[in-house]
């Protein structure tokens, strides 16, 4: 799913927050938004998400200005999960889309193998770590496999093996299904490491934006 943002304006009263005239995120690829507390990027995310609502300018999905719910996700820095186990979070947007349980539980174990997850299939959410916890949501996330992945700082404070973790499962979704997949993050080196390219924000402006050719 390719993005078109032109225009795009969002006030928080007085003050401007966010000014882009003009960027597109390219479809099928990782692309890292970088910058300081304060420059914008997690407004920007949320825009695209459709949280909130724009003063000006256009998002495009493909041509189209109505966010595709149905096919795109947002994970949040702090993740929301349902009570229950880690199977039932993963496998909560497939039934909800009468996927067959066959199939559903196929690609359960399949996100569960690719997240170190599988001994944790069972486990309440309320007793996972803060690392469990994010893979748990992540791989809920991809269960549906989304044409448009939306990650607001996805493994701050994580430990390096989790945070390895979730950038191989995300380089993974981009070769096998060609995810479109935005990253907030502060890190450049993990944005150095998986994303195709950066854009650069502060002050809610559009400050670099670099393209990377990925290995």
């Not at 199939?103 to 001994?119: K, N, Y």
């Not at 469990?132 to 390096?160: G, I, V, Y």
Request: aromatic share 4%.
């Amino acid at each position: 799913m390719e993005l078109n943002i032109c225009g795009l304006k969002k006030m928080y009263g007085s003050r401007e927050v966010l000014s882009i005239r003009d960027l597109v995120i390219p479809s099928g690829k990782i692309t890292a938004v970088l910058g300081p507390n304060g420059a914008g990027k997690t407004t920007l995310l949320n825009l695209i998400a459709g949280l909130e609502g724009k003063d000006g300018g256009r998002i495009l999905y493909d041509g189209r200005e109505d966010p595709p719910f149905r096919e795109m996700t947002m994970v949040f820095q702090e993740p929301y999960l349902i009570s229950g186990t880690v199977r039932k979070n993963i496998v909560w947007p497939l039934k909800i889309r009468k996927i067959e349980r066959p199939a559903a539980e196929e690609r359960v174990a399949g996100l569960a193998d690719d997240l170190g997850l599988r001994g944790l299939l069972d486990r309440r959410a309320e007793r996972l770590s803060a690392g469990e916890r994010q893979k748990t949501a992540l791989a809920r996330a991809l269960s549906f496999r989304p044409r448009l992945l939306l990650l607001d700082e996805p493994s701050a404070n994580l430990d390096s093996k989790t945070t390895a973790e979730i950038e191989r499962m995300l380089r993974k979704m981009r070769e096998t299904d060609r995810t479109t997949i935005i990253i907030v993050t502060h890190n450049q080196a993990q944005a150095e490491r998986t994303a195709d390219e950066m854009v650069f924000l502060n002050n809610g402006r559009i400050s670099g934006h670099i393209l990377r050719e990925m290995r």
